[in-house]
């Protein structure tokens, strides 16, 4: 009895935390640059030992628990607005932003704009990086090729930095969209990318699988929920039934 409290139990928190994760997902459906959250499961064989008559017999059952949450580098779409500042990247590379502290954090959020010195920022989150550190462009009037190279009417002002981050890394995220990376973040041989202007990436959430999932989630918490109230009725009886046996 007490053992299928338990596992009840631990599916419901299952459970919620996955429908934690869907929300957030789906709360940042608009956020540029947007990576979705993901729960990883593990499961456990456990022995279940019984001695009856001094005869041993054992089962084996499942058991599973949330590790944790991970992060879902898969590539997005993009929305073109023509604006000079709104800047995508088609490949396994992002943006590189120094926050106030100086602290480099990574992104795929390349909605930029000038702050009041003439540098080229992501909003509060901080400046983003080239080469050569914090971008100083002073106006509106620059290009960057498909390299990442930013040219003005002066000539080459710098090249964007770009740290790699495979696909199937494991980033440690900050915010909704601010990212840092512990591996190797230089390119390697054969890596391609693009650094496209006048566009930026939109989130890899996909709506309908999340809600899909958020719906089928909601119903199995329901029906775990209702087994525990029908577990908490039977250990009610039982201990009624016990009490009038000693009584």
Do not use: C
Not at 18 to 42: F, P, Q
Not at 125 to 145: A, M, T
């Amino acid at each position: 009895m007490l053992r299928g409290f338990y596992n009840v139990g631990q599916a419901m928190i299952l459970k919620q935390r996955r429908l934690d994760a869907i929300s957030n997902n789906v709360d940042n459906i608009n956020t540029a640059g947007y990576r979705k959250d993901e729960l990883v499961i593990n499961t456990f064989m456990e022995e279940l030992i019984l001695v009856d008559a001094r005869r041993k017999t054992s089962g084996r059952f499942m058991q599973a628990y949330a590790d944790f949450t991970k992060t879902n580098l898969e590539q997005s779409n993009f929305e073109y607005t023509e604006s000079r500042f709104d800047v995508a990247i088609w490949g396994n590379v992002y943006f590189n932003i120094a926050n106030p502290n100086g602290n480099i954090y990574q992104t795929r959020n390349g909605q930029f704009e000038l702050d009041d010195e003439g540098y080229l920022t992501l909003g509060i989150s901080g400046r983003v990086q080239g080469q050569n550190g914090d971008i100083y462009l002073g106006n509106d009037d620059f290009e960057i090729d498909n390299n990442g190279v930013i040219r003005n009417e002066d000539g080459i002002v710098d090249t964007l930095a770009l740290t790699y981050i495979p696909p199937d890394a494991d980033v440690i995220k900050f915010g909704n969209n601010l990212f840092t990376y512990q591996g190797d973040e230089l390119l390697p041989e054969g890596e391609t990318f693009d650094i496209i202007q006048g566009g930026f990436e939109k989130s890899n959430v996909d709506a309908n699988k999340e809600m899909a999932m958020a719906m089928e989630t909601q119903r199995h918490y329901e029906a775990n929920s209702r087994m525990l109230r029908h577990f908490d009725t039977m250990n009610g009886r039982t201990a009624g039934m016990a009490a009038l046996v000693k009584g």
